[in-house]
């Protein structure tokens, strides 16, 4: 199944870049003789390895709790009638949460990644030459709309028949939840209008759940780099902001997902798969960074030019899924678009959320 797939993608993505890190982590001075002034000089009073310990387990404590509640508020919530994806309160916070995705792309995904491919560390020929930030945010957001109209394809084409009778009772809340859009959805009907409405349904369905798994790769590939930087850190004076930074991320950024994962009427088990993956990445990345600190150099060509291209990519995605998937699918929606009132909120809601992201640029 595509579900089973995304995940596989995502380890492997995990795995690779472990391996990335352990093959030349140090190998910056033995490429380049010349580069061996770019390494970042410690801060004197920031460098506190005993305190820096100290505070990746809080971070690493505080980060998990925050993406377990994030992620799992829209799940947990859909018992009250006033957080259902059909809601007004549902698709203000969904606003907030794109627009927190949003924010992370643009104001902290992308320039981490001009930072890295643009690093002092880093050869004249060819980093300095060409926008590669850019071109690989560029092309990894054509990617993601090729994943996206295939899986598509696919699932129409072949999905369809078999998945019917397995989402009967799936479509059957789709129809009753947007009652107030459509009347014949609750109104008799001649079978052939039955045979319409159902195929309307699983095609929607089929989106929600192509948009999460999408959505959910490009959140584990930044949130593993992120710990990542995190664990390797000895500078007392940035982690603390970082940690604060992050749990305001992962804490909207994980209500984005799970509402996206709420509306694709997953099972319960790909639920629980989705969360954890969520929950677990950046944590994971801050044991691996605490693993790798005395061999992890993060000035080395070797990790500047993985961490650049992975963060890259991974701006282009979710940028893209922010824009297409999230915001303008919800905002082009028939919800949206007979309530000018509900649009404008909608619109405050995505600028307050991107705006906090933007904020939160100044300490990470």
């Not at 995940?7 to 472990?18: E, G, R, V």
């Not at 696919?154 to 999905?159: C, T």
């Not at 929950?279 to 060509?301: K, M, R, W």
Request: net charge neutral.
């Amino acid at each position: 199944m595509a579900s089973k797939g995304m995940i596989t993608a995502q380890t492997l993505f995990l795995s690779l870049l472990l391996l990335s890190f352990m093959l030349h982590p140090t190998s910056g001075n033995e490429e380049n003789g010349n580069l061996s002034d770019c390494r970042v000089v410690n801060a004197g009073g920031c460098y506190n390895k005993t305190k820096a310990l100290k505070l990746k387990i809080i971070a690493f404590i505080a980060i998990l709790v925050a993406s377990m509640v994030g992620v799992g508020l829209p799940l947990f919530s859909q018992s009250a009638s006033v957080l259902q994806p059909d809601r007004q309160l549902f698709i203000l916070v969904k606003a907030f949460a794109s627009g927190v995705i949003l924010g992370t792309g643009y104001m902290h995904v992308l320039p981490d990644s001009f930072d890295c491919l643009t690093s002092p560390c880093l050869p004249e020929q060819p980093w300095k030459k060409f926008p590669f930030t850019t071109f690989i945010a560029m092309l990894s957001a054509i990617v993601t709309l090729m994943i996206d109209s295939f899986a598509m394809s696919y699932h129409k084409k072949y999905g369809m028949g078999q998945t019917a009778p397995i989402q009967n009772v799936e479509l059957e809340e789709n129809r009753i939840s947007h009652s107030d859009e459509s009347k014949e959805a609750v109104q008799p009907y001649k079978y052939g209008d039955s045979v319409k409405v159902d195929e309307e349904a699983a095609t929607a369905l089929l989106r929600h759940r192509v948009v999460a798994q999408v959505l959910e790769l490009g959140i584990v590939v930044h949130s593993v780099i992120i710990g990542l930087s995190l664990g390797a850190s000895m500078n007392t004076c940035t982690i603390g902001p970082l940690v604060a930074a992050l749990c305001f991320h992962q804490l909207f950024e994980g209500m984005g997902l799970g509402g996206c994962i709420l509306q694709a009427h997953f099972g319960n088990k790909m639920k629980v798969i989705f969360a954890f993956f969520f929950a677990a990445t950046t944590p994971f990345g801050i044991l691996l960074g605490l693993g790798l600190s005395n061999v992890y150099s993060e000035d080395s060509p070797t990790a500047l030019i993985v961490v650049g291209v992975l963060n890259a990519s991974s701006a282009g995605l979710l940028n893209y899924m922010a824009l297409v998937n999230l915001l303008a699918s919800d905002f082009m929606g028939s919800k949206l678009q007979s309530d000018v009132k509900l649009q404008m909120w909608a619109y405050v809601s995505v600028l307050l959320g991107a705006g906090g992201m933007s904020l939160m640029a100044t300490w990470a």
